[in-house]
């Protein structure tokens, strides 16, 4: 033998089965410890009495609420009557630039007249 050489240590032909239980029984013995403590906050912490529901729960709240009925709500008809009013109507954007529009059947009626001008 070289006087250098130090050979492996010797493997172990089975598991550590004596370890693997002590290390699974320390971890299921921690488990239970923090499932306890929980348990015991829980206890702890809870309250004395219920709160119950609020005295006013099922009362109708007439002036509570700021909602218009929806049979008045016209907003939005109105609205979409007045884009669409703009959108088949001739009228100024801004008079000062001289931005006007116009009904888009037109604009469609101009730009397919460029554009048939335009081809060779």
């Given at each position: 033998m070289s006087t250098g050489f130090t050979p492996p240590p010797p493997e172990h032909q089975q598991l550590p089965v004596r370890r693997l239980?002590?290390?699974g029984a320390a971890w299921l013995v921690l488990v239970v410890?923090?499932?306890l403590v929980v348990r015991w906050g829980e206890w702890w912490y809870a309250p004395v009495t219920s709160a119950g529901f609020p005295p006013a729960l099922g009362a109708p709240e007439v002036a509570d609420v700021n909602q218009?009925?929806?049979a008045l709500e016209d907003g939005a008809p109105r609205l979409r009557d007045a884009q669409q009013a703009r959108l088949r109507t001739y009228g100024?954007?801004?008079r000062d630039?001289?931005?006007i529009h116009l009904p888009v059947e037109r604009a469609m009626?101009?730009?397919?007249s460029a554009e048939e001008g335009?081809?060779?």
């Amino acid at each position: 033998m070289s006087t250098g050489f130090t050979p492996p240590p010797p493997e172990h032909q089975q598991l550590p089965v004596r370890r693997l239980a002590v290390v699974g029984a320390a971890w299921l013995v921690l488990v239970v410890a923090a499932l306890l403590v929980v348990r015991w906050g829980e206890w702890w912490y809870a309250p004395v009495t219920s709160a119950g529901f609020p005295p006013a729960l099922g009362a109708p709240e007439v002036a509570d609420v700021n909602q218009r009925p929806f049979a008045l709500e016209d907003g939005a008809p109105r609205l979409r009557d007045a884009q669409q009013a703009r959108l088949r109507t001739y009228g100024w954007v801004d008079r000062d630039a001289g931005v006007i529009h116009l009904p888009v059947e037109r604009a469609m009626e101009q730009v397919l007249s460029a554009e048939e001008g335009a081809r060779p």
